[in-house]
């Protein structure tokens, strides 16, 4: 059911409620029927900041980042790539140029040095890609593009996952276990 229906439907009823108080009651035996939609219907299936590919990219780079341990989910599986794409989205025009550069050099440097983009390298492909981030890290941001956009995807990779609701629900029940309790829910 879609929640416009319903609420042009209350609406509605509010605005009526008098006139159909002076109409009898509707019969016991009387099924009111309520329109229901599958829920892909409704929804967006489109990205809603990334390119098809960078989204493949940064699927399989969410993968590399936040894979599953102690029964805790991976970033993929905590959503974390549709949480950065809503994000980035409605994020500064810096970062939107930080993370679609990255990702574009990510797939370019596969493709030059295996000849496949990033989401079909293996983890020991992927991994060599990734050697900025063995980095030692320090306050200051690295001033080379791929390694600054590497060290702010880690962090909010790994930020989406440990406050995602499936990283809260694999843990004791509570959301105090898991995260910030701040853990992202689609409102619509």
Request: net charge positive.
């Amino acid at each position: 059911m879609k929640r416009r229906t319903v609420f042009k439907s209350l609406m509605g009823a509010t605005a009526l409620a008098p006139a159909a108080l002076a109409q009898a009651p509707p019969a016991a035996d009387e099924v009111i029927k309520i329109e229901l939609t599958a829920a892909d219907a409704v929804a967006d299936p489109r990205h809603k900041f990334f390119t098809p590919q960078q989204y493949a990219t940064l699927v399989r780079l969410c993968d590399l980042l936040g894979p599953a341990y102690n029964g805790k989910p991976s970033a993929k599986q905590a959503e974390a790539p549709q949480f950065l794409d809503f994000l980035l989205a409605r994020s500064p025009a810096d970062r939107q140029v930080l993370y679609a550069q990255g990702l574009d050099q990510l797939d370019i440097d596969a493709r030059l040095r295996w000849g496949r983009g990033f989401a079909a390298l293996n983890d020991g492909e992927a991994g060599e890609l990734l050697a900025p981030l063995r980095a030692k890290w320090t306050w200051k941001a690295p001033v080379e593009p791929l390694a600054r956009f590497l060290r702010e995807a880690k962090s909010d990779v790994l930020r989406a996952t440990v406050n995602s609701k499936a990283y809260a629900d694999a843990g004791t029940g509570s959301r105090r276990a898991a995260g910030m309790n701040t853990y992202w829910d689609v409102i619509e």
